[in-house]
């Protein structure tokens, strides 16, 4: 049987408690509940009846509203996935205010436009948003951020209808914008999954970007950016990284980016980059390099790929090393037969040496160049004959005296084994 | 039983039958001799349809030979050089001949018991001797009752014993009225034995008729020297 | 003919060369997934040795079957048979003989290393099916040189010359008109001298499985059609066929046709 003092304490507990929460929601601002019995009968309602530091609770149902002004810094949270429906006419949700978070909604039907970019959320020259936990279905850009630093853009899925390049849009597109975060998204079938324009300081982390006409993932005049473990899947060509420096590329997943002009990942004009621990599998090119120097490769599995790296124009001081070449079509593919990179403790499954001092380094170097690439470069019907007799016999006369691929292109220390990769 | 018209066949340019008519009436030893390169074999082989003449048409048992082949099953034939899949054991051998031609009433037994073979039986045939393996195609050729019977060199790397065996065996089927035709290179075996013979010159039949007719046409007092004055004539 | 055939492949199935036959492929499985234990590198080693040297071994196994059982073989033709049953009873035996060889002696080391349970299951199944196709069609071609020529060196030579024209030469003539008419469209080209090599089709067969991502690098429509979809993989099947019907019509109408 309880005692008395001990009833009197826990209702002292309680009752300090609740004050507590009080206190709290009065310095958070107050609540406005926007539904279809509530005071605020639509979303822009809500938000004029808000002050800053408010949060618009919207319910479940569905919104039929487009060109949502928000210009306070508010929460607008959704409650139980409402959805905004935009019925084509333009764009829905415009953030023109510092410190808006948005979270939880479904938003669908973007109006599209041959001469306005529409997104179903964007914000404009403001710093310090939130927008997480977004379902975009139906659009035309998805969000859109311009000129606005200091935001977060998390677990939000996107799911468009792209057909042709030309009328449709990217999913998070950032333009003009530093310090951004953007993760945990999964984007598909629209044009570029994520794409960036000068914009700096970007952190892209854990999105699975798919099935994009375009790219997965396009960088364009942005640098010192780090992106990391993403997974970049079936995308009309892959990955593209251009014109930008110091970007860092880690522990990603390039697969299954078939066809013409495809890869994994393409390199255009970047310089002092880092590419590491990164899985390039069953892509048509892996990495295919333009005008790329003192990019490092390390530490990176191309497993499948129909060439694991193609090299192509003037690319300076690139080193290679510790990587695992796993049963590509061709391993290195160059256009010309000057070398100024470094190739060093690579794996490659394709080696035949022997190692004779074990000290798990073959004693022969590896020559990962072979002449049918350089055949397959001028004449590209001609990998019809791949693995064929006659090809290898050319192969091996063309390492035995290199005449059009680089003489000095070897991995003077091939691995015996498969690297294992310390990755966590 | 045989009827041969007209038959010509060539070998690229090598003529070797030029014109063979031969009617071969049922019963009786018929033995056909020549000289090498007569045309001895090329006519048993077009008998048993192993060759295809360019012109003529030949007859068994009045079923004519061309996209036929069901004849065969009237026809014993010992080959000359007998050769055998080497894999296979002597009655795995005799099992697949009977098999093939779906014949059930066969001598084997006994003619295994004839030529002593048993203890062969369970040989791989590429172990065998040359004569062995004779005696085993002796076995295979005679174990069927057919009314007609050719044999090419039957007597080929026999024993004298054997040798006896085979020339009571075949006298034995003429009394059941079979056709045989014997080609051999022994004169004696063919004097013993042959009740007709069919003498080839290139390409064509020189003669026909017993050997008694023979020594009279050539006014020869012994078998032997009735060929030898053939050949010289011809030679001459 | 299923009678030849059985007896055939009965004898076949007690030669020696069957079992060194099978050793080797044995012996090579093992090598290759045990000692390499990679998987994917032993599928692509395999196919070199399919493509290379089973039209090798079909073909002058089925010239030196056809030389030495020629003495059966007229045996066989005074037997109440159908020639062309005797013929396309002896090569359908050494084919199926020298095809299960294949399949048993690279199977088994495959079973056992658990290619079931393995994304390779499909490569290695078009790895054994092609390399039953290449084991069928040479030694068709085998029989069909042997029937042609009495004399047996010859036979073997045109046999080897058969079998480096495929495997080597033919490659190298069909690379040096690919690049002397670069200038021109040649996909059309280069599918239909493909289709015209067993070897070379087989290869592509199994470069479909192996080496798709390559091959869809390359821009030509038609080469498109023909890798981006089934059509591709069914009309290598319909033209493996084809080559296995057309050289086995050969036998047909040559041993129809022939002296002994």
């Given at each position: 049987m309880p005692n008395f003092e001990t009833i009197l304490k826990k209702t002292l507990h309680i009752f300090t408690l609740v004050i507590l929460l009080f206190a709290t929601a009065a310095a958070m601002g107050k609540t406005i509940n926007v539904c279809s019995t509530c005071e605020a009968k639509t979303i822009q309602e809500g938000i004029n009846q808000a002050s800053d530091g408010d949060t618009v609770l919207v319910k479940k149902g569905i919104y039929k509203e487009v060109n949502i002004i928000v210009d306070k810094s508010i929460i607008l949270l959704g409650e139980n996935l409402p959805t905004i429906d935009g019925e084509d006419k333009g764009e829905i949700i415009k953030i023109v205010a510092d410190n808006v978070t948005v979270d939880g909604f479904k938003i669908i039907n973007v109006g599209t436009s041959y001469t306005s970019d529409y997104a179903a959320i964007r914000v404009i020259k403001k710093n310090g948003y939130l927008i997480q936990n977004l379902q975009l279905e139906k659009l035309f850009f998805g969000i859109y951020l311009e000129r606005s630093d200091n935001g977060k853009v998390l677990n939000n899925t996107i799911k468009g209808d792209a057909i042709n390049e030309y009328n449709s849009g990217n999913g998070i597109q950032l333009w003009y914008c530093n310090d951004v975060e953007v993760r945990g998204n999964d984007v598909q079938n629209?044009?570029?999954?994520i794409y960036l324009e000068f914009s700096d300081n970007i952190r892209i982390s854990h999105n699975l970007s798919r099935n994009n006409l375009r790219y997965g993932l396009h960088f364009m005049f942005s640098n010192n950016d780090i992106y990391e473990y993403n997974t970049f899947e079936n995308n009309g060509a892959g990955v593209a990284v251009m014109f930008s420096k110091f970007i860092e590329m880690k522990n990603n997943v390039f697969k299954e980016n078939w066809g013409t002009a495809a890869f994994g990942l393409l390199l255009k004009e970047i310089n002092d980059a880092t590419i590491s621990n990164n899985v390039f599998k069953e892509n048509t090119v892996g990495i295919n390099l333009e005008g790329s120097n003192r990019v490092t490769y390390h530490n990176n599995d191309f497993i499948s790929n129909g060439w694991a790296i193609k090299v192509r124009g003037a690319c300076y001081a690139n080193s290679f090393k510790e990587n695992n070449f796993l049963y590509n079509s061709f391993d290195i593919s160059y256009n010309s037969n000057i070398n100024d990179n470094e190739f060093d403790n690579n794996y490659w499954s394709n080696y035949t040496g022997y190692d004779l001092n074990k000290d798990g380094i073959g004693d022969v170097p590896y020559r990962p160049v072979k002449l049918f690439s350089y055949i397959v470069n001028r004449t590209p019907e001609t990998i019809i004959l791949l693995r064929s007799l006659f090809i290898d016999i050319i192969d091996f006369s063309e390492k035995v005296s290199p005449v059009f691929t680089p003489d000095n292109l070897v991995d003077e220390n091939p691995k015996m084994k498969p690297i294992k990769h310390d990755r966590s | 039983m045989i009827e041969v018209k007209d038959l010509h066949k060539k070998f690229g340019k090598n003529e070797v039958l030029k014109g063979i008519d031969l009617n071969i009436e049922r019963g009786g030893i018929f033995s056909v001799l020549g000289p090498n390169g007569s045309g001895k074999t090329t006519l048993i082989k077009c008998i048993l349809g192993m060759v295809l003449p360019d012109s003529g048409a030949i007859s068994v048992d009045g079923k004519p030979l061309k996209n036929n082949f069901k004849y065969r099953n009237e026809i014993d034939y010992l080959p000359q050089i007998a050769n055998f899949p080497g894999n296979l054991k002597v009655n795995e051998l005799i099992a697949m001949i009977k098999d093939l031609r779906d014949s059930k009433a066969t001598k084997d037994e006994e003619l295994i018991e004839l030529f002593k073979l048993q203890p062969f039986l369970n040989k791989k045939l590429a172990n065998l001797s040359g004569g062995t393996k004779q005696k085993v195609n002796l076995v295979l050729t005679f174990m069927f009752d057919s009314p007609l019977i050719i044999l090419d060199e039957p007597t080929s790397g026999l024993d004298p014993i054997s040798h006896l065996r085979l020339k009571n065996l075949i006298f034995s089927e003429r009394e059941k009225g079979k056709t045989i035709l014997v080609t051999s290179h022994i004169l004696s075996f063919v004097e013993e034995i042959a009740d007709e013979i069919v003498f080839l010159l290139e390409g064509k039949i020189y003669f026909k008729g017993t050997i008694t007719e023979l020594k009279t046409k050539t006014e020869q007092p012994d078998f032997e020297h009735a060929i030898a004055s053939i050949l010289s004539s011809s030679y001459a | 003919m299923l009678k030849i055939l059985k007896y055939s492949f009965y004898d076949l199935m007690r030669s020696r060369w069957s079992y060194v036959y099978f050793l080797f492929y044995l012996l090579l499985g093992v090598v290759l997934l045990f000692l390499n234990n990679d998987l994917s590198k032993a599928v692509i080693t395999l196919m070199n040795v399919i493509i290379i040297l089973v039209p090798l071994i079909g073909t002058i196994f089925g010239v030196m079957y056809y030389y030495n059982s020629r003495e059966f073989t007229e045996l066989l033709l005074a037997q109440p048979v159908k020639r062309s049953s005797i013929f396309l009873g002896q090569y359908f035996g050494v084919a199926t003989s020298l095809a299960m060889s294949l399949v048993i002696g690279l199977g088994l080391p495959f079973v056992f290393y658990g290619i079931f349970n393995s994304n390779a299951i499909w490569d290695f199944t078009l790895l054994l099916v092609t390399g039953g196709f290449l084991t069928f069609i040479f030694t068709a071609l085998a029989f069909v040189i042997a029937l042609s020529n009495e004399n047996k060196i010859k036979g073997f030579g045109y046999a080897i010359l058969l079998w480096l024209f495929m495997a080597v030469i033919y490659d190298g003539i069909f690379l040096m008109s690919l690049l002397y008419f670069e200038d021109y469209p040649l996909d059309k080209f280069s599918l239909i001298a493909t289709m015209l090599n067993p070897v070379d089709l087989s290869r592509v067969l199994i470069l479909l499985k192996l080496d798709i991502s390559a091959l869809l690098g390359y821009t030509g429509a038609v080469f498109q059609k023909f890798f981006g979809t089934s059509f591709g993989l069914l009309l290598s099947f319909a033209m493996l066929i084809v080559w296995v019907v057309v050289p086995t019509f050969f036998i047909w109408r040559i041993a129809k046709r022939k002296d002994f």
């Open positions: 629209v044009r570029d999954g | - | -």
